[in-house]
């Protein structure tokens, strides 16, 4: 009875700490992609600005 209890007990750990990781790596990944993906769209973004601009400066130089 006691073995009984301590095998359970063992592996219902062993499954609760499994899942915990794994939900936590899960959940880490999810957030630092969408974090990496906030900083890709904002620097494209500012790299579409910036060209803009600077296109627009050399049109104004030329005119």
Do not use: G
């Amino acid at each position: 009875m006691f073995l009984d209890f301590l095998y359970l007990s063992f592996f219902n750990s062993f499954f609760f700490f499994f899942f915990f990781f794994f939900f936590f790596f899960f959940f880490f990944f999810l957030h630092f992609i969408t974090i990496l993906l906030k900083y890709v769209v904002f620097i494209c973004i500012s790299l579409i600005y910036t060209s803009c601009l600077f296109h627009l400066f050399l049109y104004l130089i030329n005119f």
